[in-house]
T-cell receptor
Framework: AQSVAQPEDQVNVAEGNPLTVKCTYSVSGNPYLFWYVQYPNRGLQFLLKYITGDNLVKGSYGFEAEFNKSQTSFHLKKPSALVSDSALYFCAVRGPTISGGYNKLIFGAGTRLAVHP | GAGVSQSPSNKVTEKGKDVELRCDPISGHTALYWYRQSLGQGLEFLIYFQGNSAPDKSGLPSDRFSAERTGGSVSTLTIQRTQQEDSAVYLC?????????????FGQGTRLTVV
């Protein structure tokens, strides 16, 4: 079975400081990993994804994420946080099936990021 | 349209009534998902349609929940005999068929309130 965990319910960071939102996953085989953001009263927006290749992937709004296979992690990062980054962030994973396809997309519980002026 | 469209955007229903929620995926997307999100919480997987394959219904919480996808496009999520605990935002997403690497695009959701 595949699963994804976001160990922090909330992350607080001061504007201008670097931020990290943590994500770990469990799948059999090579995963596809995704980050989404949900602003208040809005739908989920795709931020970035890891498929293969470079472990550091860059996405929208200056966000990036680092894939670490040995630690089964895919932490979201940004060098300098903005107040407007305050939102709910979701990590998601999709792993391979025995038949060679890919499983459904499974989401973590979400982490609320609060960036303070 | 350019994005995933869900209707209605809001639905208030009385306990015990049946409701139907509609999702129009992005044209050409063969994968379609339904998720449920309770207030400020995570996304609970409900059902996954992938092309002509049998849907993955493993997330449906009870037999009161069912979903169909007609002609590989529009999907309807039906909740029978609604209960107050069914109140949530129901999100639909679609993605291309090109394996598992493509991201899913989400609609704005249907906020269901059971009174």
């Amino acid at each position: 079975a595949q699963s994804v965990a976001q160990p922090e319910d909330q992350v607080n960071v001061a504007e201008g400081n670097p931020l990290t939102v943590k994500c770990t996953y469990s799948v059999s085989g090579n995963p596809y990993l995704f980050w989404y953001v949900q602003y208040p009263n809005r739908g989920l927006q795709f931020l970035l994804k890891y498929i293969t290749g470079d472990n550091l992937v860059k996405g929208s709004y200056g966000f990036e994420a680092e894939f670490n296979k040995s630690q089964t992690s895919f932490h979201l990062k940004k060098p300098s946080a903005l107040v407007s980054d305050s939102a709910l962030y979701f990590c998601a994973v999709r792993g391979p099936t025995i038949s060679g396809g890919y499983n459904k997309l499974i989401f973590g519980a979400g982490t609320r990021l609060a960036v303070h002026p | 349209g350019a994005g995933v469209s869900q209707s209605p955007s809001n639905k208030v229903t009385e306990k015990g009534k049946d409701v139907e929620l509609r999702c129009d995926p992005i044209s050409g997307h063969t994968a379609l998902y339904w998720y449920r999100q309770s207030l400020g919480q995570g996304l609970e997987f409900l059902i996954y349609f992938q092309g002509n394959s049998a849907p993955d219904k493993s997330g449906l919480p009870s037999d009161r929940f069912s979903a169909e996808r007609t002609g590989g496009s529009v999907s309807t999520l039906t909740i029978q005999r609604t209960q107050q605990e069914d109140s949530a935002v129901y999100l639909c997403a679609s993605s291309l068929k090109s394996g598992g690497a493509t991201e899913a695009f989400f609609g704005q959701g249907t906020r269901l309130t059971v009174v």
